[in-house]
């Protein structure tokens, strides 16, 4: 069955300060990684990982995805109090694009 | 844009209520997902269907039946609602994107809808 664990479950930062969510899974079928940013609802896309050592950017975040070592992290620099939320990971299983999701990252960001 | 919808922001039921949670996508997509998600636990896969009158079990399907009629509306049933069936509700919607030897999936999610069960 796949697995995905997500570290640390909770993380409380000022703004301005760097952060580091770390995702890491077991697969049987690896067909690619994602990201996701849920605020007061509807989680929202952020990233597809779908190759190792390939950064993906978009504004201050970022993400990798390491295939040898299953793992894929996600970097938000120069943090801001909009950038609370929960970060999910998750994997897609089927052809039918059944998601596993990790537990989430709640990230809170203090003025 | 994708929009997902769901029939109700927040619901109250009592115990052994039937109860209807209605979810409608209006991009065509295939699939259809319904989650739940409680804390330190994640979104955990209820049911979802990959086609109209299809349906397969996610990780929690107990307590939970699912319908689909037509391909934008996935209904989730709780046929004898409970208390531990508290939680907070989130429906998806996804199309199959092909891109090279892996086939990525994104989905797309409604606002969710907060389900008291007293």
């Known amino acids: 069955e796949d697995k995905v664990v997500q570290s640390p479950l909770s993380l409380v930062v000022h703004e301005g300060d760097t952060v580091t969510l770390n995702c890491s899974y077991e697969?049987?079928?690896?067909?690619?990684l994602l990201w996701y940013k849920q605020e007061k609802k509807a989680p929202t896309f952020l990233f597809m990982l779908?190759?190792?050592?390939i950064e993906k950017k978009s504004g201050r975040l970022s993400s990798i995805l390491d295939k040898k070592e299953l793992f894929s992290i996600l970097n938000i620099t120069a943090t801001q109090t909009g950038d609370s939320a929960v970060y999910l990971c998750?994997?897609?299983?089927?052809?039918?694009?059944?998601?596993?999701f990790g537990q989430g990252t709640i990230l809170t960001v203090h003025p | 844009d994708v929009k997902v919808t769901q029939s109700s922001r927040y619901l109250v039921k009592r115990t052994g209520e039937k109860v209807f949670l209605e979810c409608v996508q209006d991009?065509?997509?295939?699939?259809m997902f319904w989650y739940r998600q409680d804390p330190g636990l994640g979104l955990r896969l209820i049911y979802f269907?990959?086609?109209?009158?299809?349906?397969e079990k996610g990780d929690i399907p107990e307590g939970y039946s699912v319908s689909r009629e037509k391909k934008e509306r996935f209904s989730l049933i709780l046929e004898s609602a409970s208390t531990n069936q508290t939680s907070m509700y989130l429906c998806?919607?996804?199309?199959?994107?092909?891109?090279?030897?892996?086939?990525?999936?994104?989905?797309?999610f409604g606002p969710g809808t907060r389900l008291t069960v007293t």
């Open positions: 998806a919607s996804s199309t199959r994107l092909a891109g090279g030897p892996a086939a990525v999936y994104e989905q797309y």
């Open positions: 697969v049987t079928n690896f067909r690619s």
């Open positions: 779908t190759s190792s050592g």
């Open positions: 998750a994997l897609p299983e089927t052809s039918y694009g059944k998601l596993t």
């Open positions: 991009m065509d997509h295939e699939n």
């Open positions: 269907s990959y086609d109209v009158k299809m349906k």
